[in-house]
């Protein structure tokens, strides 16, 4: 089993930055991914994107360009750093770590935090 933390969420007004942190409690070396996803009230979760083994990242179409996955494998964590916020990045991040390419039993997700961006 892997325990994932996230942590770095809070109040940001419009246009400003913050970095998530996702740290796991086993080697993020041996997933087959870890994943960013965001709940907003009253819309499915979204998945923001995943940093795969090898180093490859992708992106929704909403937040390319503004919001960056990164990892530090000596700290077994992974990082979310959103720029240019907009209220409409208000939600719950979460990170999920992928055993496989496919969903299985064997994926964990994060307790979740609250990102919310107001003026």
């Known amino acids: 089993q892997v325990q994932l933390v996230e942590s770095g969420g809070g109040l940001v007004q419009p246009g400003g930055s913050l970095r998530l942190s996702c740290a796991a409690s086993?080697?993020?070396?041996?997933?087959?991914?870890i994943a960013w996803y965001r709940q907003t009230p009253g819309k499915q979760r979204e998945l923001i994107g995943p940093i795969i083994g090898g180093g490859t990242t992708n992106y929704a179409d909403s937040v390319k360009g503004r919001f960056t996955i990164s990892r530090d494998n000596d700290k077994n964590t992974v990082y979310l750093q959103m720029d240019s916020l907009k209220p409409e990045d208000t939600g719950v991040y979460y990170c999920?770590?992928?055993?496989?390419?496919?969903?299985?039993?064997?994926?964990?997700w994060g307790q979740g935090t609250q990102v919310t961006v107001s003026s």
């Open positions: 999920q770590w992928r055993s496989s390419r496919y969903p299985s039993s064997d994926d964990y």
């Open positions: 086993r080697s993020i070396g041996s997933a087959y991914a």
